[in-house]
């Protein structure tokens, strides 16, 4: 009798729930209610800023500025506890559920004409060029610390730090380029190299981290070697996902039975089939199968499955973008900053600017070197490249991932580095690129290259130079030569998808349209780019 009194009262307090049961679930509520309300100021913010047209705040601005309020204000409040739960930045929760829809839809909104007339600028700054910024930044860090005039890191943590401050998240750049009606290809060269710098960004991270791990039997090559085979690797497993679902939409016909929303599923879930299960990197992974996807298998789709799916994928997107803002300025004014090294802090800002210099016009004087004059990266597009490069969600998870990979306070020495880099680009660069792109005549009327590269270009039916391509005294150089020899044979490429690629896993013969669907909010976001004369269009 004694044992059924004593177990009375877990009972009762299981029904009516204890207190802290009850404060944990009121927490939880006004926690998802501070969130809803954060994202809803944060799309109204943005629809009125881009209806004045105040280009000195962007809507990623926007965003991280209400979280950076919102989690000052808890943090000067008792409440802080209470919302620190429901407002951690967890890196783990960031790259696998958040920022897979963004990467998705990035490789999904790809206009496929641009990019791929651009694809060897853009693998030659997404890969070339970060791999020289995460290099120069990491030996710029290393040599400080010898000298003395910044915090000492060891060489692989300083290789670390280049690495993942060299992830680029132009965002707040391109709204603004779309708004301005920046000329198509430099859009794209922006665009295509910043969705390929944050996966090379990722592979390196990790190969130097994991060459911190296992420093032994490791070299400069065996570094290499793995980037390269995580890299390509998690780029097969992409196109293999994107390949296969071509395939099973062309054959399946489920538009043709009616079954509108099975395809649609299906088609949603693709995506989602990660690399990260076979240790391999997801996010590289999502962006090809978006690209393929977006390529082959969207056509295979009924139109009612295309209008959804596209606008399925925007609307994600969008949300993912406009959270990961919210929490990573919440998560910059709640966390804890390490201030005891400010120089390290102004002397990485400065020493991420040069790498990005370098980065930007070693990487085009290369692809100069294959140009004709008449269609040569100009100055003017070199300097909107290099100024376009802020730092974003991509860098600011891969420090917050440092914290707990390095020892002795060294993470939380990167980490307050990177949060004071991220909120000085998305920020005061954001805000200031609708005065640059001005100033550099590359916007609207003012872009003076189009008519140049207009009255010049000889292209012919595969969108590449003709035949003139070798002429000019300055083709006697063998290296030149040899540039201009793998240029040309890019436009087998086209020929290839032409004739073979898009009859097998396209249910169109035929030439088909590249552009998006004009009945998706991605051909009404896209339409805002300037659709004048290419200046660079067909020659990479």
Request: charged share 15%; aromatic share 12%.
């Amino acid at each position: 009798m004694a044992t059924g009194v004593a177990a009375a009262p877990p009972v009762v307090a299981s029904a009516t729930g204890s207190p802290g049961t009850v404060d944990e679930q009121k927490a939880a509520g006004v926690g998802i209610l501070l969130q809803i309300s954060m994202l809803v100021l944060s799309f109204v913010l943005g629809h009125i800023l881009r209806r004045r047209k105040f280009y000195y705040l962007p809507e990623a601005s926007g965003s991280l500025l209400i979280g950076m309020i919102v989690g000052g204000l808890a943090n000067i409040s008792n409440t802080q506890k209470s919302t620190r739960r429901w407002f951690n930045f967890r890196e783990d929760f960031f790259l696998l559920f958040l920022l897979p829809p963004i990467i998705f839809q990035s490789g999904f909104n790809l206009a496929p004409k641009p990019f791929f007339s651009n694809f060897g600028a853009i693998i030659t700054f997404a890969i070339l060029g970060t791999f020289i910024a995460s290099i120069v930044t990491g030996l710029l860090v290393y040599v400080g610390g010898l000298i003395y005039i910044i915090y000492r890191l060891p060489l692989v943590e300083c290789m670390m730090f280049g690495a993942l401050v060299s992830a680029t998240d132009p965002v707040t750049v391109l709204s603004i380029f779309q708004e301005l009606g920046t000329d198509t290809n430099l859009y794209a060269l922006v665009f295509g190299e910043s969705v390929l710098n944050d996966a090379v960004a990722i592979s390196l991270y990790r190969t130097m981290a994991t060459m911190r791990t296992h420093p032994s039997g490791q070299n400069f090559f065996l570094v290499i070697l793995r980037f390269l085979e995580n890299f390509v690797g998690s780029m097969s497993s992409g196109i293999g996902v994107g390949l296969i679902s071509a395939l099973l939409f062309k054959y399946a016909a489920l538009g043709v039975e009616n079954l509108h929303n099975l395809e649609s599923c299906l088609f949603v879930l693709f995506p989602y089939m990660l690399a990260e299960g076979i240790g391999l990197s997801g996010i590289v992974s999502i962006l090809f199968t978006g690209i393929v996807m977006k390529r082959y298998t969207f056509s295979n789709l009924s139109e009612d499955s295309q209008r959804f799916t596209a606008r399925f994928f925007h609307l994600l997107s969008s949300l993912a973008e406009a959270f990961v803002f919210i929490y990573m300025g919440f998560d910059i004014a709640m966390e804890r900053q390490s201030w005891s090294h400010v120089g390290f802090i102004f002397f990485s800002i400065i020493f991420i600017l040069l790498a990005r210099a370098a980065n930007v016009f070693s990487c085009a004087y290369i692809l100069n070197l294959a140009r004709p004059p008449h269609c040569q990266i100009p100055r003017q597009y070199q300097q909107a490249l290099w100024y376009s490069g802020l730092r974003g969600a991509m860098a600011f998870a891969l420090a917050l991932q440092s914290v707990h990979d390095l020892p002795d306070g060294h993470g939380e020495t990167i980490f307050t580095a990177t949060t004071s880099i991220v909120v000085l680009t998305v920020l005061l660069i954001g805000g200031s690129t609708g005065t640059m792109l001005e100033a550099l005549q590359v916007v609207g009327d003012s872009n003076r290259y189009h008519q140049l590269h207009e009255e010049n270009s000889d292209v012919n039916d595969t969108g590449y130079m003709g035949q003139n391509y070798d002429e000019g005294p300055s083709t006697s150089s063998k290296f030149k030569s040899k540039l201009r020899d793998i240029r040309r044979s890019t436009s087998s490429f086209a020929l290839l998808d032409k004739n073979y690629l898009t009859p097998i896993f396209t249910s169109q013969n035929g030439d088909r349209n590249d552009d998006t669907p004009d009945n998706s909010p991605i051909a009404d976001k896209e339409l805002t780019v300037s659709r004048g004369p290419s200046d660079l269009e067909g020659h990479d």
